[in-house]
């Protein structure tokens, strides 16, 4: 069974950093692409990064400006997000998700909050 | 990278049907067959229930279809049922990125 398990959110200062992980089981995760997307409270989804299996491609969306950085360590199916410079409007429930082909997220974890305040 | 365009809310009486438009531009909806729909009940993860336009992954039922027209993609629910109702989210593979929609809420009166 494929899962996906967000950890390491929680309540921050603006200014502050954090760094999110993701502990994939249940496939082979060198072979998938894995993205994050966001949620802030009560409004919709917005993408974030995406990495492909092999470390080669890496893509943040623009309005991240930097302060973000994806990585993964494939010899312990783990997904990383390190946020820093973290600012009001990065307040959201933070998921990733498999990507099984271009763009489609086919299995999400249950996500972690991210509280910027 | 502008969200893709879709109504706010939709709704429809159980067994009818209804369409969930997404509209975005030849750069992203028009110019790939990789649109992709997600269903989201309230406190819970996305759901992916199309892909690559109108692909339907294992389990998803036959009652959900998707299409595309141009620089539209379009989402079909028949015979609607009381479970449906949630947020249903369009997206779209581009170069370097995924767009989401901005999320249409459904409602089954």
């Known amino acids: 069974e494929v899962q996906l398990v967000e950890s390491g959110g929680g309540l921050v200062q603006p200014g502050g950093s954090l760094r999110l992980s993701c502990a994939a089981s249940g496939f082979t995760f060198s072979s998938y692409s894995i993205s994050w997307v966001r949620q802030a409270p009560g409004q919709g989804l917005e993408w974030v990064s995406s990495?492909?299996?092999?470390?080669?491609?890496?893509y943040y969306a623009d309005s991240l400006k930097g302060r973000f950085t994806i990585s993964r360590d494939n010899a312990e199916n783990s997904l990383y997000l390190q946020m820093n410079s973290l600012r009001a409007e990065d307040t959201a429930v933070y998921y990733c998700a498999r990507a099984s082909g271009y763009g489609v997220l086919d299995y999400w974890g249950q996500g972690t909050l991210v509280t910027v305040s | 990278q502008s969200a893709l365009t879709q109504p706010a809310s939709v709704s429809g009486s159980p067994g009818q049907s209804i369409t969930i438009s997404c509209t975005g531009t030849?750069?992203?909806?028009?110019?790939?067959?990789?649109v992709s729909w997600y269903q989201q009940h309230p406190g819970k993860a996305p759901k992916l229930m199309i892909y690559d336009v109108s692909n339907r992954p294992s389990g998803v039922s036959h009652r959900f279809s998707g299409s595309k027209s141009g620089n539209t993609a379009s989402l079909t629910i028949s015979g609607l049922q009381p479970e449906d109702e949630a947020d249903y989210y369009c997206s779209s593979y581009t170069s370097s990125s995924v767009l989401f929609g901005g999320g249409t809420k459904l409602t089954v009166l």
């Open positions: 030849s750069s992203d909806v028009g110019g790939y067959n990789y």
């Open positions: 990495i492909s299996g092999s470390n080669s491609y890496i």
